[in-house]
């Protein structure tokens, strides 16, 4: 397991500024250099914003985009999903926070009901449940999952069985940065290895370790 902890230009949330699969990973470009995921990876900003994790998701099969996403920044992604080889697509819809309304691996995802776009189920190419977490809309933002395990909302622990089945790998509930239930926002993860915020705990680092099964 590779593991660092940093913050970006004072920002501990990173999970806002990328997600991590095991075929690649989207950060800003802003974030500084880093082999901890241990995959090929892009820099990049998405509509003029670093928030690369809270407005994106992906798996190794595809990554989703919002709507609002140029036709210049959409043609370098798909120029680095060609050389890497995944699907790129952009979704419609009012809510566009998409790294905050889907979470997923490679076995399975959960989608906010609030998201519409059936071309999710085809870009990730995974079985999708639609559903909330932990009493909440934002289903993404309250789970962080690789295909080793899952991280979830302290909130979560009656759903984790249901999430293990849809993800198919086990998880635990946690929190990051000192407290913080909306796990996907501080941690950026793959089965090779983990990113979090600075804030974090050594507690909350021993649960998301054990939650990602690294240990």
Known sequence: MRFTQLQVHGETFIGLLGFGTDKYAMLSDDFPKTDVLDVPHMGTKVYGTGLVGMLCQGNSNGMLLPYFVSDEDMAKIKEFAR????????????????????????????????????????????????????????????????????LAHNDAEEQLQEISAILKVKGLCGTVNYGFPFVKSGVIANSKGYMAGMRTTGIELGRIEDALGFI
Not at 97 to 119: F, M, Q, R, W, Y
Not at 134 to 149: D, F, M, R, V
């Open 83 to 150: 050389e890497v080889g995944f699907n790129v697509a952009r979704i419609g819809g009012r809510h566009t926070a998409l790294g905050n309304l889907i979470a997923c691996n490679d076995h399975g995802a959960i989608v906010s009901p609030t998201v519409e776009d059936k071309k999710v189920e085809d870009i990730l190419d995974v079985e999708t449940v639609r559903m909330n977490v932990a009493g909440s809309s934002e289903s993404g933002a309250c789970i962080l999952a690789t295909n080793k395990g899952f």
